[in-house]
């Protein structure tokens, strides 16, 4: 979970964003029941990443609101049917307490005012930070599932979530170009999917690191077997990337698989699987 994006102050000017009647019908909602009758907590989450992990393991019915980024389409990693399916709040402490939820599901960044005013009002709140591995997006998978109630759901999620690939593949040479022309850095989630997926990091072998800028005549000069183009900026949609994939496969990866884990990172894994095979099927 590279974003962290719960600007909670930016964002208050919102009000009662996305709700209207059916926030103030869910603010006297009681714990939701499953279909056994079993009772599980009722949930607010205000960070896209925990919002796609939940809407993934928790019952509709306990969801009372997503944050508002999963309604954004530059920044949700939730289809927008599914998204659409939900309430949204800004992300204020007013609207979350009218919503009267059990739970309260936020970054470690989630600012501390607000955080204070969720607990004064009674609510529980949990924080989770950004998983840098696919071992810590699977516990923190879990985490979430537990405190939602369903345990079953949170290990079905995990274990998807290890499924590498049942050989090692040869390494590819292969360069993440994200949104703003910058390169992810090894320390973070999708470099090690990448690495499990066979692709080796051209970055790192040109010595670049986190959030280092890769200007067009760089990848030109210097090309990666894959350039895996995540960004719109005018290098990355310019027309000599065309002609240059002679000398390497350019392939489009969707933003919103390189920011979140949880169940992300099977899409992810399913993508670079399908792009080193159109790269193995090249003549």
């Not at 599980?40 to 306990?62: E, F, G, R, Y």
């Not at 979430?144 to 040479?173: C, D, F, K, Y």
């Not at 895996?228 to 969707?254: I, S, Y």
């Amino acid at each position: 979970m590279e974003r962290d994006r719960d600007s909670i102050g930016r964002v208050a000017k919102r009000g009662w964003l996305g709700l209207g009647l059916g926030l103030l019908a869910a603010a006297c909602a009681p714990a939701a029941a499953d279909e056994a009758g079993a009772e599980h907590p009722t949930i607010v989450s205000l960070n896209p990443c925990l919002d796609a992990i939940l809407v993934d393991v928790a019952s509709p019915a306990q969801v009372l609101a997503l944050s508002h980024y999963s309604r954004d389409p530059g920044s949700s990693s939730i289809p927008a049917a599914i998204a659409a399916r939900y309430g949204v709040t800004g992300g204020t402490a007013e609207e979350v307490i009218a919503l009267r939820p059990d739970l309260v599901l936020a970054s470690i960044y989630l600012p501390q005012p607000t955080r204070t005013a969720l607990e004064r009002a009674g609510l529980t709140v949990a924080t989770f930070g950004s998983p840098t591995s696919v071992a810590e997006s699977a516990e923190q998978v879990r985490e979430v599932a537990r405190l939602a109630g369903h345990a079953a759901a949170g290990e079905a999620l995990a274990t998807a979530i290890a499924q590498r690939p049942p050989h090692t593949p040869t390494p590819l040479s292969a360069l993440l170009w994200q949104p703003g022309e910058i390169v992810a850095g090894e320390n973070t989630l999708i470099a090690e999917l990448l690495r499990e997926e066979g692709f080796a990091s051209h970055a790192a072998a040109r010595g670049l690191k986190q959030a280092d800028p890769v200007r067009l005549e760089s990848v030109l000069a210097d090309p990666p077997q894959v350039l895996l183009v995540a960004g719109d900026a005018p290098g990355q949609r310019h027309p000599l990337l065309g002609q240059a994939m002679k000398a390497m496969q350019v392939a489009a990866l969707d933003p919103s698989l390189i920011y979140c884990g949880g169940p992300t990172i099977p899409k992810a894994r399913a993508r670079l699987r399908a792009i080193r095979a159109e790269l193995e099927a090249r003549p």
